[in-house]
């Protein structure tokens, strides 16, 4: 085991112990747990949302990617930063006017039933196991390589760690964990691109020319088709990723951390130039890996280009260096998974076990408890999953996650807040499609049907490894249908004059709530 691995490793994890517990004693009611007392200034909340969302496939695959794959890796980041003009534009504001805690409160704010809480809340818990797996995998395999600790040690630990945070310090914990893995990702990024870059010269041209040298690519580095070779793939993959941020409960509810509708715009602006900062940087660091690392050495230690990264950061700064990148990977993957815990706590706890099961009649004391329970079993079933998933490659999940997310919640969402005639039979619809067209797509494409060693041993039924041009337009047309199709689901509605209103302006002029 390498001591300066360890050491680092050592002091992420007692710098977030100690602001766990800082946050457990500011988090003793349900407002406080699940979205910190909307406390968080819009710097604050900016930079825990860009904490959130840049994860272990944005900081260690983008970089690999680029490495291998030339331009095609970094379309993923472009598709990455773009999608946030979705969420400032179309959902950010409405969200933080009508809802509390979670996704559901904004539908029902509408549509005030138990049937579409819980609707809601199913597929918010989907989306964050979802994606809380591969993350899960990712942190094993780093920990296993980097301190030589077993697999299932390594992925028990970052599981005990991720419950820690959300158990005892709620939304408080995490955010502040997602601040300060902010703060090392952008500074130690930095740091490493201001190294590569001083090894040329501070020449990009000359950078660009020794890549063109040293990857097989040549002078096709910097053109598309790379990475894949169908263009419907890649208009089917743009799309998920551009579409399925506006539906990420574990990004969204952080829209419910600040206190007003300016916060929350700060917040996005904040959040998009770190994103968009961060990726410029990751470009550097791909075209640095294969400069300084070589494209043969590369795959040789990491066919995937995981490691592209922490190798690079080897090559410049020996083991201190490396060490210090590998504990912000670190970083990253806990708080990313840590976010993903308390959105699919929330989603339990505040709509199902409040709302649906206690009918709305139980003590705070109970509610927070409940919580915390929550979080423990969501955590306890996320590990198991990793555990049990060690020998597949899951990386497929983080896409499918943002197709699920796109099919599903986006429809739903869009169409509540801005049109007129929709109904709760669309919403129900609309999720439901969403849900099943991309989960279905899933079992009978190529990830999980492939002759060469996928789950199942057959031709894929459909090609497209991102079906998302498939499942997004079945999950609106699903919401479409359900709608203009049905003679019920006005019932419970609101008048969408005095539900749009509120949307917009945060006026309720309606004398009884939902």
């Known amino acids: 085991m390498n001591i300066t691995y360890l050491l680092f490793f050592l002091c992420i994890v007692v710098c977030t112990l100690i602001i766990t ?32 969302y840049i994860s272990a496939a944005s900081f260690l695959g983008i970089v690999g990617t680029i490495a291998i794959n030339g331009f095609d890796g970094f379309l993923y980041a472009i598709g990455f930063l773009v999608s946030y003009l979705i969420v400032l534009f179309y959902i950010a504001e409405p969200v933080h006017r009508l809802g509390k805690y979670s996704l559901g409160d904004v539908i029902c704010a509408r549509f005030p039933s138990y049937k579409m809480r819980g609707m809601m809340a199913v597929g918010a818990l989907i989306i964050s196991v979802l994606y809380m797996i591969p993350q899960l995998v990712a942190a094993g395999l780093l920990i296993r390589l980097l301190l030589n600790i077993n697999y299932s040690a390594s992925v028990l630990i970052i599981g005990l760690l991720m419950t820690v945070y959300v158990v005892f310090g709620g939304m408080f914990a995490t955010s502040w964990v997602q601040i ?11 740091l490493l691109a201001l190294i590569v870059l001083s090894r040329f010269n501070w020449s990009i041209s000359n950078l660009i020319e ?24 890649t208009v089917s993959l743009h799309l998920a990723l551009i579409l399925g941020t506006a ?28 994103i968009g900062i961060f990726y410029l940087i990751a470009l550097v660091l791909g075209l640095g890996a294969v400069a300084l690392v070589g494209f043969e050495d590369l795959v040789l230690l990491d066919p995937s280009g995981n490691l592209a990264a922490p190798l690079l950061a080897e090559s410049l700064g020996g ?11 670190f970083t990253t993957i806990v708080a990313v998974v840590a976010g ?6 929330t989603a339990f706890s505040h709509d199902i076990y409040f709302h649906i099961l206690k009918k709305g009649n139980t003590t705070e004391k109970k509610r927070v408890q409940a919580a915390r329970w929550t979080a423990f079993f969501i955590g306890l079933l996320s590990t198991l999953c990793a555990l049990g998933l060690r020998n597949m490659n ?10 699920v997310a796109a099919s599903s919640n986006l429809p739903v969402l869009l169409l509540t807040i801005y049109w007129r005639r929709f109904n709760q039979t669309g919403a129900i619809t609309g999720m439901a499609c969403g849900l099943t067209a991309s989960l279905l797509l899933l079992l009978v494409g190529p990830h999980v049907m492939n002759s060469d060693g996928g789950w199942i041993a057959r031709e894929a039924l459909i090609p497209l490894y991102n079906p998302g041009i498939i499942a997004i337009p079945i999950g609106f047309l699903g919401a479409y249908l359900g709608t203009v199709l049905s003679r019920k689901g006005h019932e419970n509605a609101v008048s969408f004059h005095a539900f749009y209103l509120k949307a917009q302006t945060g006026i309720d002029s309606r004398r009884d709530r939902p």
Do not use: C
């Open 210 to 233: 020794q890549v063109t040298v040293g990857s097989p690519l040549g002078d096709q580095f910097s053109l598309s088709g790379h990475l894949f070779n169908n263009p419907i793939e």
């Open 21 to 52: 517990y800082w946050a457990a004693r500011q988090s003793k009611t349900t407002n406080q747990f699940y979205i910190a007392a909307g406390s968080l200034t819009g710097t604050q909340n900016g930079m825990a949302i860009a904490g959130d």
């Open 180 to 190: 300060v893995k902010t703060v090392l990702l952008l500074s130690g990024t930095f």
């Open 319 to 329: 083991d201190f260096l490396m060490a210090f990148i590998a504990a912000i990977a």
């Open 394 to 403: 899951v990386t497929f999940l983080v896409s499918l996650t943002f197709i």
């Open 247 to 274: 539906g990420l409960p574990h990004i969204l509810i952080r829209l419910f951390t600040v206190g007003n509708t300016v916060e929350v715009r700060k917040s996005l602006l904040t959040a998009s130039w770190i």
């Open 340 to 345: 993903l815990v308390i959105s699919a706590t």
